[in-house]
């Protein structure tokens, strides 16, 4: 055992240095240092998922309806808002902090102990092939059935692609982020995406662009996967009520089925859609229309139109795609007091592009601006100056987050709306704030 890691702290520690040495290994590496590691859960039911927007989400419908029907599930999912042990999430609860520290040490041990081929090229994980790689073996132990895996970036060359059989693939909403490594088109980061595909496994998508669909349907044809799309005319009679959301969706087994979804966030609709569709494929007994209403309707998955207070609400939303797909719920949310925006972004991501399509909605009466903290983040002064080229409505710039969510909460009115999106590095910061408060 690996003696000078001892606590959950240090362990956290050293997969957060791990930046700062490493670089991207070929996925022939990765694979091989999986192998050594034994090949964990190889024996699970695999559901991988990758895409641009949604992809939490559905992992976190996934497993609480798998939940629901008494089948035993392990997700791994990026990234944590609060805390490290977020992306392990084994029978709806995330891990101990034992469990984590414990598979820490066993990627730890094998690295001390690398086969030849490993030690010639001073093979070392990457902080995400070196998480991926401990959610296997925690997976593995536990013995779940079903594992869900989410892509950390792209999906042919990601980590979690080197497994080798796969149950189902499911592809969310495609749109530009990452553009640096997949591609400046939607068409090269769809391919870069449909690279989880594999042969003879059904893909989930939802088919809204054609172009993006085209592709994924050529990759598929390619390797002889399965298509399996999901069409807009598949959801009808959608009602939008103030906190939750119903709809019906045609299912191959089951005709068309009602849903209630417990948020307010419209984009959910395609979400679930794509969740079900997947989960109706597994053909899977124990999964009755019962089961799958319940767990659709039981499912929180934090940090997405969260309602925090009464009127505050947490959006990840941190692309250009994600941002409209925001706008959209914020349209329909009834206010008869101010909206007030709540800002913030890392350095990698549109946040100009961001801040010009916020501000040019003409949703929010207020906007704050306040920086996150880390080496991304995005300079307060940048934040100010990318909002008022954009807007005439007050725009107030915050030296610390704490005082920016103090002021604008603190002070809306019963009538007003405060919603706090750009980063879901915003979203764990509020939470931590939130839970430091004794809020939560």
Known sequence: MTEEIVSYGAAQEYISATPKFTRKNSMENTGRFLAHLGWPAQNCKILHIAGTNGKGSVCAYLSTVLKKAGISCGMFVSPHLVTMRERFVIEGEIVTEEEFVEAFCRVK??????????????????????????????????????????????????????????????????????????????????????????????????????????????????????????????????????????????????????????TSAVYQIENVSLAVTALDLLADSRITADILQDGI??????????????????????????????????????????????????????????????????LFDEIGVAAISGERALPLQTLEDSFRQYTGVTVRAYDTLEAAFTGMVSHRSDKDKVYIVGSLYLVGEVKALIRRSGHD
């Open 109 to 262: 041990d094998c690295l001390d102990d690398l086969p030849q081929e490993l030690q010639k090229i001073s093979y070392h994980p990457t902080f995400f092939e070196w998480l991926f790689f401990m959610a296997m073996l925690l997976f593995e132990k536990r013995g779940v059935e079903y594992v869900i895996l989410e892509t950390g970036l792209g999906g042919r060359l990601d980590a979690t692609n080197v497994v080798k059989d796969k149950k189902l693939c499911i592809l969310t909403s495609i749109g530009y982020d990452h553009m640096e490594y997949l591609g400046d088109e939607l068409t090269d980061i769809a391919r870069e995406k449909a690279g989880i595909l594999r042969s003879g496994v059904p893909v989930v998508y939802p088919y809204k662009q054609h172009g993006v669909a085209q592709v994924i349907e050529e990759c598929a044809a390619k390797i002889g996967a399965k298509t399996v799309p999901v069409e807009k005319a598949a959801i009808k009679e959608i009602k939008i009520l103030d906190k939750t959301i119903d709809f019906s969706l045609h299912l191959n087994y089951y005709d068309y089925i009602g849903f209630t979804v417990s």
């Open 297 to 362: 309707r039981e499912t929180f998955w934090e940090g997405r139109m969260e309602e925090v207070f009464p009127g505050v609400y947490l959006d990840g939303a941190h692309n250009i795609d994600g941002i409209q797909a925001f706008l959209e719920t914020v349209k329909v949310h009834a206010c008869s007091g101010k909206r007030k925006l709540l800002f913030s972004a890392v350095k990698d991501k549109q946040y100009r592009e961001a801040a010009q399509v916020l501000a040019g909605s003409g």
